[in-house]
């Protein structure tokens, strides 16, 4: 919260799966600007199955349209390379998408823990192309 403070209250987008709705509301409940993102959630793009997927896919666009670089020197930068580029992907059958792998899989095949550092970056840089919402008319 130092940090928003710092930067006059920004937009925080949380990966609001699991334990994560819990950090949303406790910085929504302190007045910050929350965006929570479920990872499983439908992508605003058909070209991606799930957010997580569109959330790699577009850091990777950012990256190599040159609208985005990282730090040379961030802290824990071999952590967030290896994060970064370990993580596998593949179309779907079905529907011709691309795909991430999933952490748990990613977790497994890999020996490790969630990729937190990759995730907290993605996030950062993550831009829905529209806004996905569900109203209920009672």
Known sequence: S????KYKKPLIQIDDTGVGGGLTDILK??????????????????KYPNIASELWFQFRNKLESKQISINKK??????LYKELTSRTWEITASRNQQRIQPKKQYKEENATHSPDIADSVLLAFYTPLRKVTTTWNI
């Open 2 to 5: 130092r940090l928003a403070e």
């Open 74 to 79: 961030p802290a824990n930068k071999l952590d």
């Open 29 to 46: 409940n302190r007045g910050y600007t929350v965006n929570p993102i479920n990872y499983a959630g439908r992508a605003s793009s058909p």
